[in-house]
């Protein structure tokens, strides 16, 4: 079974950093595209990110262009969502998810392209 482990969240103050990381033993995450997604009570899940098997494609949604940025770390087998300048409404549960698939140049904007996905980590901007 593969797993997809969130880590780096918790409360930050608004205009501040968090770094999140998304991690799995199973595979190389090279190859792979990865995608960030967060969800609030009530809401649906929505993307937030994502990276392209080849690290040659991103997207961001709006409400995050310029202030976050994802990023794989090959070395550590890793794919951060560093989160900078960051607002009260970026408060939300927020969910790794893996392309079981390699290849292609693009990364995904519909959840339904992903095999694999981590429990979520809670990141809360509050003062």
């Known amino acids: 079974q593969v797993q997809v482990v969130e880590s780096g969240g918790g409360l930050v103050q608004p205009g501040g950093s968090l770094r999140l990381s998304c991690a799995t033993s199973?595979?190389?995450?090279?190859?792979?595209?990865v995608g960030w997604f967060r969800q609030t009570p009530g809401k649906e899940r929505v993307l937030v990110s994502c990276?392209?098997?080849?690290?040659?494609?991103?997207y961001y949604v709006d409400s995050v262009k310029g202030r976050f940025t994802i990023s794989r770390d090959i070395a550590n087998n890793t794919v951060h969502l560093r989160m900078d300048t960051t607002k009260p409404e970026d408060t939300a549960v927020y969910l790794c998810?893996?392309?079981?698939?390699?290849?292609?140049?693009?990364?995904?904007?519909?959840?339904?392209?992903?095999?694999?996905w981590g429990q979520g980590i809670q990141v809360t901007v509050s003062s």
């Open positions: 990276i392209g098997p080849r690290d040659t494609d991103s």
């Open positions: 199973a595979f190389p995450l090279d190859g792979h595209a």
């Open positions: 998810a893996v392309d079981g698939a390699e290849g292609g140049p693009l990364c995904h904007l519909h959840e339904t392209r992903y095999d694999y």
